[in-house]
């Protein structure tokens, strides 16, 4: 019998946390899911682990290796063997809460219609914490509205129908870079669909030094081409002039360090990419500070 739900995990050497999340997915009071697992070229043990743990049969699992290419290369890997009516990413350095597949299952159920493009739900430390802050008292919203209306801060878990969601593919992927933008497609959903909002935990976080989260600004300046694609499609479906302007300014620094200097080539707003010059040139030459400075630190033993 197929299963509602598809828990993603890419993950490159993560031997050391797997066995977290492997175990609340064992654990979880609801086991009406499957486990994908994208291994993006690990050379610890990850393998051997996936073979003991699909020997033992606790959970249903799809393990799956490719060289290393980035998360965004494991995505599109994994959405080729998702058939779930709903999926969400779980890193592999995180782990779902015991009654978060319940609950995400029988909310989705009470709630959906046929606009909803998913669930929008809290994830939180392991101290209870809340990852940035409540989602806004509304009952759906896009994801639009909750960045540039709501102001959302931290983290969330995401959980999509899977079927809108491929509506809305293929992602814009360059094999040169590693580190790609995939909000890119939240942007698209938004004009037709819209997410239920539920300020329920369903997944505790935590982040690794090595992990996406502590390398923003070299993400920005090694995947420019990802972060204009998203950067155009926020100018041209912005839901204010103020957002429009300020996807400007980084699509023109992410040009920069493209080496595009024709801005206007193919920018879907002309008008205000021209106004976004100036501020774009010194957004980038803020951003190469930061690097330097992150690296520095880095160096010193300190966090960036």
């Known amino acids: 019998m197929k299963k509602s739900i598809t828990v993603f995990t890419p993950t490159y050497n993560r031997e050391k946390t797997l066995r977290r ?6 654990n979880q009071a609801n086991q009406d899911f499957k486990w994908i ?12 682990l996936f073979e003991k743990w699909k020997a033992e049969n606790k959970i249903e699992i799809e393990y799956y290796y490719q060289s290393n290419k980035g998360k965004l290369a494991a995505q599109i890997l994994a959405l080729d063997y998702i058939d779930t009516e709903l999926f969400t990413c779980i890193d592999s350095d995180d782990y779902l809460s015991v009654e978060a597949v319940d609950k995400i299952i029988k909310f989705w159920k009470t709630n959906k219609k046929s606009s909803s493009a998913g ?20 009952k759906e919203a896009t994801y639009s509205e909750l960045v540039d209306h709501y102001k959302m801060k931290g983290d969330k878990k995401y959980i999509f129908d899977t079927e809108v969601y491929k509506r809305f593919l293929p992602y814009p992927y360059f094999e040169d870079e590693v580190f790609h933008e995939v909000s890119w497609i939240f942007t ?5 669909y819209k997410f239920l909002i539920s300020n329920e935990v369903y997944c505790i976080i935590e982040y690794q030094q090595d992990g996406l989260s502590n390398g923003l600004y070299k993400r920005y300046k090694n995947s420019p081409k990802s972060f204009m694609e998203y950067r155009k499609v926020k100018m041209k479906y912005g839901i204010s002039k103020k957002v429009k302007l300020k996807n400007a300014i980084h699509y023109v620094s992410s040009c920069i360090f493209a080496g595009n200097w024709n801005f206007f080539k193919n920018s879907p707003a002309k008008t205000y990419t021209l106004a976004a010059i100036p501020f774009g040139i010194l957004l980038n030459i803020y951003i190469n500070y930061k690097i330097r400075q992150n690296t520095n630190r880095i160096k010193q033993g300190k966090l960036n």
């Open 21 to 26: 999340l492997y175990d609340s997915l064992c």
């Open 119 to 138: 669930i929008i739900g809290l994830d939180a430390y392991e101290d209870g914490k809340i990852a940035g802050e409540k989602l806004p008292d509304v």
């Open 37 to 48: 697992v994208i291994d993006d070229g690990s050379s610890d043990n990850t393998a051997a």
């Open 188 to 192: 698209l959903i938004d004009q037709e």
